[in-house]
């Protein structure tokens, strides 16, 4: 179950990242942060952030349109 959702639908690249950084960096560590995006490239984006991060990408999925991500905050 994620702490907060982050509705990034109909924005590209590089909006999704800069969005969900913004809201990780307001939520305590352990804290999940869903992340609903449209964008096909945020599959790759999501992955190289929480790399690049050293947050969690715990899940992601895709349901229709929407790509579905689950990232919990460690860093």
């Known amino acids: 179950m994620a702490d ?6 109909g924005l590209n690249c590089p909006l999704p990242i800069l ?5 990780l ?5 352990g804290q999940i942060l869903e992340v ?6 945020s599959v790759a ?3 190289a ?3 690049t991060t050293g947050n969690d990408l715990i899940e992601h999925d895709k349901d ?7 990232i919990k905050r460690i860093a």
């Not at 969005?19 to 809201?23: E, I, L, Q, R, S």
């Not at 229709?64 to 689950?70: A, K, Q, T």
């Open 4 to 9: 907060e959702t982050l509705d990034a639908k």
């Open 19 to 23: 969005k969900a950084k913004k809201a």
């Open 25 to 29: 960096t307001g939520m305590e560590n």
């Open 36 to 41: 609903l995006s449209t964008d096909p490239g």
């Open 45 to 47: 984006d999501f992955g």
């Open 49 to 51: 952030f929480c790399r």
């Open 64 to 70: 229709g349109e929407v790509y579905r991500f689950l």
